[in-house]
């Protein structure tokens, strides 16, 4: 079973920069595609950026030139770098597990518990 773990969120200033990092345990870390999630009070939750196993990345548009995803298969760690930050950040932003179900083995959909990340002056 794979447990997640997100630290890094905190108050930080528009245009200021933070860094989410994401412990992960159980499970065979590098077989995973790793995601960062975001919500905002009243919002949807929202796929903020995504590393698949192999290593491409993708970002949501908003987020596109801003921040960074990356993964240290040698530490079941995922990261995100976030630059020029805007108060439109601000939300709970979860740590996400996924590999699909395979032959013999069930789908993997793991979820952190959360870390606050809020942009205010």
């Known amino acids: 079973q794979v447990q997640l773990v997100e630290s890094g969120g905190d108050l930080v200033q528009p245009g200021g920069s933070l860094r989410l990092s994401c412990a992960a345990s159980?499970?065979?870390?590098?077989?995973?595609?790793m995601n960062w999630y975001r919500q905002a009070p009243g919002k949807q939750r929202e796929l903020v950026a995504g590393?698949?196993?192999?290593?491409?990345?993708n970002y949501a548009d908003s987020v596109k030139g801003r921040f960074t995803i990356s993964r240290d298969n040698a530490k079941n760690r995922v990261y995100l770098q976030m630059n020029s930050l805007k108060s439109e950040d601000t939300a709970v932003y979860y740590c996400?597990?996924?590999?699909?179900?395979?032959?013999?083995?069930?789908?993997?959909?793991?979820w952190g518990q959360g870390t606050q990340v809020t942009v205010s002056s």
């Open positions: 996400n597990a996924y590999r699909s179900k395979g032959f013999g083995r069930p789908e993997i959909n793991a």
């Open positions: 159980g499970g065979i870390f590098i077989l995973n595609d």
């Open positions: 590393i698949t196993s192999g290593g491409a990345t």
